[in-house]
């Protein structure tokens, strides 16, 4: 679970810098964090381990 916590809190270092003309919903920093926790999804019991580990290569 480490790397989804160093990838969400990535996504809230960029969140203001993305959404940088108006404040984002709450919708928006849902959306972006599960974005943000995406490359991680593999790593979760049954998920696709393979994509995964490519995305972090």
Same mark, same amino acid.
């Given at each position: ?12 270092? /960029? ?15 849902? /959306? ?26």
């Amino acid at each position: 679970m480490a790397g989804s916590f160093f990838h969400l809190w990535l996504a809230e270092q /960029a969140l203001p810098m993305v959404f940088a003309d108006g404040e984002p919903t709450d919708q928006m920093r849902a /959306a972006f964090a599960a974005g943000a926790v995406g490359p991680d999804i593999g790593f979760f019991p049954g998920g696709p381990f393979a994509f995964s580990h490519r995305v972090h290569l």
